[in-house]
């Protein structure tokens, strides 16, 4: 089994999953060295701060171990079809976290290798994020069912995990994007579908005035990873969807959540990052047991839905 995305998964699994992350982190030695002896692969094409760092420490303190693989000079297929890298490397570890340019290269580590692959990032979701996210949401509120988490920027990687995870978790989406930056056009059916079998409110909008009602704001980065327009052509646009104390007022939210990295007084005012509202410190904490769990879930026998 693999953690690509978590667009096939339920909501009963995806609630056992946040609170066995959370028992996880208030009583770890209650599970000792889970990965004792087990060896990860993590094969990054990008750049990174807290997923490779929070994986290293996150599966340390499990008991495991880590080796990290550089493939950032250039995409891993130019060297090796990524099937042959996953076979061989399954020859000597036990999973693959892997931060990639296309989520079809994740798809090909997959198909060969006869271990676990984790998305640690690709051009269409984060779901490492999102699941610390939720947990950070849960912390703050004590339930996420019923609360609304607005996102507000560009529509990307962290937007589609937020929105499929937090539909399976019972929190209501919204998403306001400046035009020519939605969300990819497939993914919000598919959250649409999933919003109504799950009784959530999701909506999509350009109009940033019409954010009235929200918990947490959440945004990101306008330019990803791999995105090489200058910010200048971009700058304009997005500069009416900045989330500053302005926008928490209008809005009525009480928390701001952002991945990181965050650019200051760009997307997100400085200010903001540095005020009681922030969870931004609170989410980059919980990458670690967020990753923990899904570690654990992959990689032992553990029951989770005793959690
Ligand atoms: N949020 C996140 O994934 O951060 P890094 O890019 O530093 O890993
Ligand atoms: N959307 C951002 C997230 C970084 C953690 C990117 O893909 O660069």
């Keep these: 089994m693999h953690l690509l995305s978590f667009s096939d ?5 995806a609630n056992s999953l946040l609170d066995f992350a959370i028992t996880l982190k208030q009583t770890p030695e209650r599970f000792g060295q889970p990965l004792a002896g087990k060896s990860v692969v993590a094969l990054f094409e990008k750049p990174s701060l807290r997923t490779r760092v929070s994986f290293d ?3 340390n303190k499990l008991g495991g171990h880590m080796v990290y693989v550089d493939s950032q000079s250039q995409p891993l297929e130019k060297r090796e079809d990524p099937k042959d890298v996953s076979a061989n490397i399954s020859q000597w570890a036990d999973a693959i976290v892997a931060r990639v340019y296309k989520h079809k290269t994740l798809e090909d580590l997959a198909s060969e290798g006869n271990i676990p692959i984790i998305n640690a990032l ?18 703050a509120f004590g339930e996420i069912k019923g609360k609304t988490l607005a996102y507000v920027g560009d529509g990307n990687n962290v937007t589609h995990s937020l929105l499929i995870l937090g539909v399976l978790l019972g929190c209501n989406q919204v998403v306001v994007t400046p035009k020519g930056h939605e969300i990819d056009a497939n993914i919000a059916q598919k959250v649409a579908k999933m919003a109504a079998a799950e009784n959530v409110e999701f909506t999509i909008s350009n109009h940033i005035d019409t954010l009235t009602k929200a918990d947490v704001i959440y945004t ?14 971009i700058k304009e646009k997005f500069m009416p969807y900045q989330v500053n104390k302005a926008l928490m007022e209008q809005s009525g939210a009480s928390y701001v959540m952002h991945c990181q990295p965050a650019h200051r007084d760009l997307e997100i005012t400085g200010e ?3 005020s009681n509202q922030s969870l931004l410190m609170q989410e980059s904490k919980n990458r670690l047991h967020a990753q923990n769990a899904i570690l654990c879930f992959l990689l032992t026998e553990l029951d989770l839905s005793q959690f």
Excluded: F, R, V
Excluded at 122 to 138: E, F, G, R, T, V
């Design 9 to 13: 998964w339920t909501a009963k699994d």
């Design 57 to 59: 420490i996150g599966i």
């Design 122 to 139: 690709c051009d269409m979701y984060h779901p490492c994020q999102a699941l610390a996210d939720y947990i950070s949401m849960k912390e």
């Design 220 to 233: 990101d980065t306008w330019l990803s990873m791999g995105d090489n327009t200058p910010l200048s052509e």
């Design 272 to 274: 903001l990052m540095d």
